[in-house]
């Protein structure tokens, strides 16, 4: 769809040499879509974070619910054992009074009763403190597989990020020190490649050098089919003065989808892309001097991993 809307923009700019508003208007909505997607990813990742440590404090208290029943089935053991005692001694007992008078015997025999019915219902409770002990024991079990079973993806996924990391920086070694940094963190890959390395100043066409670095990305991308990439433009806040486009909005997707070209040309897959325009908005360093502005004019290429796996066992 990103491939239809880019050739569509590039035949209105060679037949009206200006966008329209309705194409204008059209962009935005889907780099909007587009923008929520990669918000509603990047939430869906907290969300399981989040589930994740939910069921880890459900197990600490699954574990102390069942110690404190083990403790409490001891005691009822040896309340048993206890009130047995007390009952063999009263039955010896009784046998000795059955010679005393019938009011004492009568007396006896209620107490006896009465212990008989505690007995009872201690081995009552006990029996039922004992199944819900067993169910106990099954739930945490269940519990446990399910958060190591989780946390068997999650360290899967975060081996084969680190992979694709030291994959990405082999590939891009020559590119070292000319505008391009390769950094992990929460999760993701990013790769920051700066304007000098790819565009001419208010030019989205990439530059022979800019190709070569996004080809030999490509190449270890293509080979990593469940690898969201999301390809974002950047600008410093000059605002663009030329004629073929609106502003450094415009300016910020075309460079974004000028990448998503490439990719796609050596072998990425078109499902894993998304391309989008942030124009001055996300700045890494300050605009007041050509430095900072050099820095705050990048593409950055963000690598995420497909997280389905993980949703499919959350929602079992």
């Known amino acids: 769809m990103l491939k239809k809307v880019a050739i569509l923009v590039v035949i209105a700019f060679t037949l009206n040499a200006c966008v329209s508003k309705k194409v204008y208007e059209d962009l935005e909505t889907k780099y909007n879509n587009l923008r929520s997607a990669n918000s509603e990813l990047i939430q869906e990742k907290d969300n399981l974070l989040a589930v994740k440590k939910s069921l880890e404090n459900d197990l600490l208290k699954l574990n102390k619910e069942y110690n404190d029943l083990l403790a409490q089935k001891a005691v009822l053991e040896s309340e048993l054992a206890a009130l047995q005692n007390k009952y063999n001694n009263l039955d010896e007992s009784f046998e000795v009074l059955t010679t005393q008078s019938s009011k004492k015997l009568a007396e006896q025999s209620k107490k006896n009763q009465e212990l008989l019915a505690q007995l009872e219902e201690k081995e009552r409770i006990l029996a039922a403190e004992s199944l819900r002990l067993e169910n106990l024991q099954k739930e945490l079990s269940k519990r446990s597989a399910q958060i190591a079973e989780l946390q068997n993806l999650i360290n899967a996924k975060e081996a084969q990020m680190q992979q694709l990391k030291d994959a990405i920086s082999k590939a891009l070694l020559n ?119 050099a820095k705050n004019r990048r593409i950055e290429i963000i690598l995420a991993p497909n997280l389905d796996e993980i949703s499919k066992l959350l929602n079992e």
């Not at 950094?183 to 565009?199: A, H, P, T, W």
């Open 175 to 293: 590119f070292e020190g000319k505008g391009l940094t390769v950094e992990q963190k929460n999760g993701k890959i990013y790769v920051s490649m700066e304007n000098k390395l790819l565009f001419s100043s208010g030019s989205w066409a990439v530059g022979t050098e800019g190709k070569k670095a996004v080809e030999q990305l490509a190449s270890v991308l293509s080979q990593n089919k469940d690898i969201n990439v999301l390809i974002e433009g950047h600008t410093d806040n000059v605002p663009y003065t030329g004629a073929t486009i609106i502003d450094n909005w415009d300016l910020s997707v075309k460079r974004a989808t000028a990448i998503v070209r490439i990719l796609e040309n050596k072998g990425v897959n078109q499902t894993q892309i998304t391309a989008a325009g942030r124009s001055e908005y996300v700045p890494v360093s300050t605009n007041a001097t050509a430095e900072g502005k």
